[in-house]
Structure formats: structure tokens, C-alpha cells
């Protein structure tokens, strides 16, 4: 079972038919997978999704369902922050799977600006 709602929500099931769901309903999960905008969400959506942690194998590419990227952030830790489409979700993964190699190039270059050491910043 999902959280619990902030609004009310129209989801299609497999079949094609569309359930209303509200802040007093409870929401199955085949819903509550469905269910990609954080606000509508009275509680975390992280809830939702985290107890299933059901994603492909491999990277995440824009072929991936919304709710797969969403398990892949949480269970890798990735902050999406406001990303809310597709493509920015996958963008903002690759962006934190890429920012700790960027961030040991920038220590490792930190102090190389060509000075020597004499301190008046002329090389």
C-alpha cells in the first residue's frame, strides 16, 4: 500500500481503466507507482517507491519508466531535486554518478594555477 495523498489523482490501470484516488483512500501500489509528481503526495513518495526498489539492470537511460528512475535515485541516494521529467531525471542522475569523479579532478587540480610558490601570483 502507498502513502497517503495530498490531492486526488486519476490512474489508469493495465486494462486501460482509470481509478480517482484521494487523501482518504488507501493506494495500492500499482498506483502509487504511477504517481511520479512529489506534491501530490502528502507523505513521501520515497516510501512508496523504495519498498519495491524495482529497476532494470545497468544505467539509467530515458527508457526507463519514471518509477524505475525514481526507485534507482533512492536506492543509489541520488538527490533529484526539483526534476520531475524524464529526461531530467536521467540528467540528474548521470549528474551525481559523474559529480564524484568531477570533484576528485577539481582537488586534484586545486593549487595548479602555474605559481611556483612565490606568492605574488605572477608565474
Not at 535515485?73 to 531535486?81: F, M, P, Q, S
Request: proline share 7%; aromatic share 8%.
Amino acid at each position: 500500500m502507498g502513502g497517503r495523498l495530498s490531492a486526488f489523482v486519476h490512474v489508469a490501470d493495465e486494462q486501460g481503466t482509470y481509478h480517482q484516488f484521494g487523501p482518504t483512500d488507501a493506494v495500492p501500489e500499482w498506483a502509487a507507482a504511477q504517481i511520479t509528481n512529489p506534491a501530490a503526495w502528502a507523505d513521501s513518495p520515497a516510501a512508496v517507491v523504495i519498498e519495491e526498489q524495482d529497476f532494470p539492470a545497468g544505467e539509467p537511460t530515458e527508457q526507463w519508466k519514471v518509477p524505475e528512475l525514481f526507485a534507482y535515485a533512492i536506492a543509489n541516494r541520488v538527490d533529484l531535486g526539483d526534476a520531475k521529467k524524464k529526461a531530467d531525471i536521467v540528467a540528474a542522475i548521470k549528474a551525481a554518478e559523474e559529480s564524484p569523479e568531477a570533484g576528485t579532478a577539481d582537488a586534484s587540480g586545486e593549487g595548479d594555477s602555474g605559481d611556483e610558490g612565490d606568492g605574488d601570483g605572477t608565474a
